[in-house]
């Protein structure tokens, strides 16, 4: 059964860093896309960060670019998002989600649109200015 725990969400300043975790279980990387998403309040869920099965390829949303960073943990099947620089506009609430490699072939497919499945329960993540 695929299982996914997201958690390091948090309050934080405009311009801090937060690092989120996803304890997956279930599924290895080898075979599953995996990636972040968020849901701001009244906007729809967006795909920010993903990596394809045995992280082929990669894909970022252009608003977090060169601000926050994917990185994976075979060993511990966890994967994390290092947020630096926040803004205020990146409140929301943060999902991890993994998806079969045969329903998506590229980390773009996977992120847009969000899948249907595999979810994680989502963490909040508040930036205040």
């Known amino acids: 059964e695929v299982q996914l725990q997201a958690s390091g969400g948090g309050l934080v300043q405009a311009g801090g860093s937060l690092r989120l975790s996803c304890a997956a279980s279930?599924?290895?990387?080898?075979?599953?896309?995996i990636g972040w998403f968020r849901q701001a309040p009244g906007k729809e869920r967006e795909g920010i960060a993903c990596?394809?099965?045995?992280?082929?390829?990669?894909y970022y949303v252009n608003s977090v670019k060169g601000r926050f960073i994917f990185s994976s943990d075979s060993a511990k099947n966890s994967f994390y998002l290092q947020m630096n620089s926040l803004k205020p506009e990146d409140t929301a609430v943060y999902y991890c989600?993994?998806?079969?490699?045969?329903?998506?072939?590229?980390?773009?497919?996977?992120?847009?649109?969000?899948?249907?499945?595999?979810w994680g329960q989502g963490t909040q993540v508040t930036v205040s200015s």
């Open positions: 989600a993994a998806a079969g490699r045969w329903d998506y072939s590229t980390a773009y497919d996977f992120c847009v649109p969000p899948p249907r499945r595999y």
């Open positions: 279930g599924f290895t990387f080898d075979d599953y896309a």
């Open positions: 990596v394809s099965d045995r992280g082929r390829s990669a």
